[in-house]
């Protein structure tokens, strides 16, 4: 959602300290000496500059706090307070694992299995949600949680392989498939689109409409976007496909949490989906686009924090995409040429190609590989 610049009123023009001091002496009575660094112009100098100083600078942060277009850090929180909503906390990592041993060897609830440290991370620890036996075929599935949470406990396939205290009649440990769902505390961007969505829908009866999902979900933390499809399977019935805050398709921890707290199963009081709704919630499928393209930077620019840029940009147009049903080519050379940081770029490819690649009806677009040093046609 694009935020309008903030301009100070007109009132505060003309308000730095020279000018509030220049009238302050004019205004002096004539018989009274205002030439410089006399006795009347050093003593009123400081009022001036604090004068200035309030006018200037903190009136100017007083208006911007007011709104929550312009609020930030904790005063953006107390507008979101007062529209029933709070900022998303961090949220941990989760994934299963696979387990082979000894049959009947038992794994206790919370014990740690980890990703080792590399040069440049520790390592990452994640402990099982409950007691787990491995069964007669030497195997068990086990779900397990990051301790720390925030992207860093989210990894690639293949990567957990220890235990943090040995278990004896454990053999192997492995992830299949990535660990994913760990996500940071909401941005100041991120909770001001929700209270600015919020305030649009103000008006709207609130009884399940595709806009009361879809805010249900994105309250959940963890989540990035919802997409709503009512009626899917029939009347009454509504599926909600959930991506998280780092564009990828959500893992069940998240999907979990997403229906628990639209459906309340375990306390119907709490319910927010209306009587005879039924409610699908679900991942969508993940499809993937690599892009390359040969990268100039401008004067200055880290290239990891330029290409970070340019994946955020496509995560807000992945939610535009997909309503669509298509990643249009022209508009990612759009994004890539208005990141900033990027000077110049050439040969942008998707998935090796220059057409628009189409989305189907459970497909989601998520950024594969970023490769800066390929390209080789014209941007």
Known sequence: MSIPEFTPPSFLNDQDAETIHKRMMENLPPDIDNTENGFPWDF???????????????????????????????????????????RKPENPASGELLITGVPGTTIPAGFRFAAPATADTPAIEYQTTE????????????????????????????????????????????????????????????????????????????????????????????VGTALVMPEWAGPGTVKVVVIDANGQPANQAIITAVYNNIMSPDDRLQRKAPIGATVTVEAPTAKEINYSFALELKAGENQETVLDRFKAQLRTYYVEAKKEGVVRYNRVISILTNTEGVKDFTGLTMNGGTINIELGEDEYPVTGTIDPTGGGGSA
């Open 131 to 222: 007691k787990y036996t491995i069964g007669e075929d030497g195997t068990v599935r086990v779900q397990v949680t990051a301790v720390e949470p925030g992207i860093k406990g989210n990894v690639p396939a293949n990567t957990v392989t220890l235990m943090m205290t040995p278990i004896k009649g454990i053999t192997s440990i492995t992830n299949e498939a990535s660990i994913t769902g760990g996500t940071e505390v909401e941005s100041d961007d991120e909770l001001r689109n929700r209270i600015m969505e919020i305030d649009a829908a103000s008006e709207a009866s609130f009884v399940g409409s595709d806009g009361d999902y879809k805010r249900w979900a994105e309250e959940v933390p963890g």
């Open 44 to 86: 009123t100098k400081p009022t001036a500059l604090e004068k200035a100083e309030m006018l200037e600078f903190h009136l100017v942060e007083t208006l911007k706090i007011m709104f929550p277009m312009w609020a930030y850090d904790e005063w953006l929180d107390y507008h979101a307070k007062g529209r029933g909503i709070t």
